[in-house]
């Protein structure tokens, strides 16, 4: 017989290594929530199409660990032995070299940098993020996505399909009516196949328009800031909802469909008519984007200057725009909080549909989103 020893430790300890790693996993996570506001501005994930990482600060969590005392210091004791978890036991008295106004002598605090990828940071952001108030409208068929799913059973059919159970089963039946009380050999009339059919599942369809300001005077960040927030914006309706399309609007004194690469790329200059996009808009959906069948959701990006004598007509068209649609957004790229021609207005439309933001700092790409994408946004139209 082989001799064998029993250990009588605390079976936690056996699972250090293991707890340590859920600590970090969670340390990394609330990381990454608290820092989401930074995180989608962060240009080595915009500008490499998202394939980038970049790194985030966490604070270091080492093992518990036995550590000597340099010995410049009085010591805590253990205390009386009716001390409670947290309870503290004694301070330790200021060093002589921490005296004094002199710079602080006190450690920092270690911390190492995590890398932090598009589909970590999409984990949390989704979660926040919803298209407000879609419906189920009229669909067509054939764009359904078809779910798989296996109904019936037959006799003949593929060997991949082979329901064992059902093919076991058969064979014992047959052989009990002869008066065998075993499986025996399976014969051709024993095997079940599984077969399925194709299920269409109907889906609310919805169409975005994203439109941009690309005048001269939208500068670089202006743009970055625009396309940033689109980027997103891009990432989550793709990895939400099949059924959604995006249609890319640019304009200056006038408007066009743009491709995608288009859209996040060329710059262009000149003057401002806003209008022109709205236009562009509804003559679109007029022709290719019913509302009976399409849910509508444009969303417009500015830094708010536009020619004077086209205000009149802005509001007239985005009122039209927004009883068409779902959600009409409006955001504005003002980091110096200046008056701007569109934002005077648009924000006094009295409508539930109708949704403004101000831009002041990369961090509010994050607010924008959740308060142009949930249910009812954010108290405040403004950062």
């Not at 605090?109 to 407000?132: A, C, R, T």
């Not at 408007?255 to 790329?265: H, K, M, N, Q």
Request: hydrophobic letters at 30%.
């Amino acid at each position: 017989m082989k001799d064998f020893h029993l250990s009588f430790g605390e079976w936690d300890m056996y699972h250090k290594a293991n707890k340590d790693q859920q600590r970090h996993k969670e340390k990394v996570e609330q990381a990454i929530k608290d820092n989401l506001p930074d995180l989608l501005s962060e240009e080595s994930i915009i500008m490499s199409d998202g394939q980038g990482l970049t790194r985030l600060p966490i604070r270091s969590l080492d093992e518990y660990k036995l550590r000597y005392g340099s010995g410049e210091q009085s010591q805590v004791g253990q205390g009386d032995g009716d001390s409670q978890v947290g309870d503290v036991l004694e301070k330790l008295p200021p060093s002589k070299s921490e005296k004094g106004n002199g710079a602080d002598s006190k450690p920092g605090i270690d911390y190492y940098e995590e890398n932090v990828s598009l589909e970590d940071i999409e984990e949390h952001l989704y979660k926040e993020l919803e298209l407000p108030d879609l419906e189920q409208k009229d669909f067509v068929m054939e764009s359904s996505v078809p779910e798989i799913v296996f109904r019936d059973i037959r006799k003949k059919g593929l060997m991949g399909n082979l329901d064992k159970r059902r093919t076991l089963l058969q064979a014992l039946k047959r052989n009990a009516i002869s008066g065998k009380g075993q499986l025996g050999s399976l014969s051709e009339d024993d095997l079940r196949f599984k077969t399925w059919e194709n299920i269409e599942q109907p889906e609310s369809r919805a169409v975005v328009f994203a439109m941009m300001d690309t005048s001269g005077s939208m500068g670089m960040w202006e743009k970055y800031m625009a396309r940033s927030f689109f980027f997103w914006m891009k990432r989550f309706l793709e990895t939400n909802y099949k059924s959604v399309e995006i249609v890319y609007l640019a304009h200056h004194t006038e408007a066009r469909l743009v491709t995608e690469s288009e859209f996040f790329s060329k710059g262009e200059s000149g003057g401002t008519i806003c209008s022109s996009v709205y236009q562009k808009a509804l003559d679109l959906i007029e022709a290719h984007y019913s509302p009976a069948s399409y849910n509508i959701y444009p969303v417009h990006f500015s830094d708010g200057d536009n020619l004077s004598s086209d205000t009149d007509r802005c509001i007239k068209l985005v009122q039209e725009l927004t009883e068409l649609s779902a959600l009409f957004a409006y955001g504005e790229i003002n980091p110096y909080g200046r008056k701007s021609t569109l934002m005077e207005v648009y924000q006094h439309i009295d409508h539930e549909k109708n949704r403004c933001y101000v831009f002041k700092d990369k961090k509010d790409i994050y607010y924008a989103l959740k308060h142009f994408f949930s249910k009812n946004g954010l108290e405040k139209t403004e950062s």
